[in-house]
């Protein structure tokens, strides 16, 4: 497994959680790290991405609400989400790019939102 998340789980509405990813060493030169949701029936979408010179980019529907931050010497990418709604309903995927340009995916991790 070359990327590891964690974190998720069944909150409910208002509430908050933190996701984390942790990467294997074994991938060569990461620059970006982020996370990606996708809710059933809907296509996968950005939540929040960082690159290796810190520049962050937010999706529309979480700025305000969520963190990126990352660890490069854990190599992990963290994810702090804040003010939870129902729609936040997913399942979270980590991703990773390399200096080459090589993507990785982590496993994915649910989170519920309950109103």
């Known amino acids: 497994v070359q990327l590891q998340a964690s974190g998720g789980g069944l909150v409910q509405a208002g509430g908050s959680l933190r996701l984390s990813c942790a990467a294997s060493r074994s991938i060569f030169s990461i620059t970006d790290m982020g996370w990606y949701r996708q809710a059933p029936g809907k296509q996968r979408e950005l939540v929040a991405s960082?690159?290796?010179?810190?520049?962050?980019q937010y999706g529309d529907s979480v700025k305000g609400r969520c963190t990126i931050s990352r660890d490069d010497v854990e190599i992990s990418v963290y994810l702090q989400m804040n003010s939870l709604k129902p729609e936040d309903t997913a399942v979270y995927y980590c991703r990773a790019m390399s200096i080459i340009g090589d993507i990785y995916w982590g496993q994915g991790t649910q989170v519920t939102v309950s109103s």
């Open positions: 960082i690159s290796s010179g810190a520049f962050i």
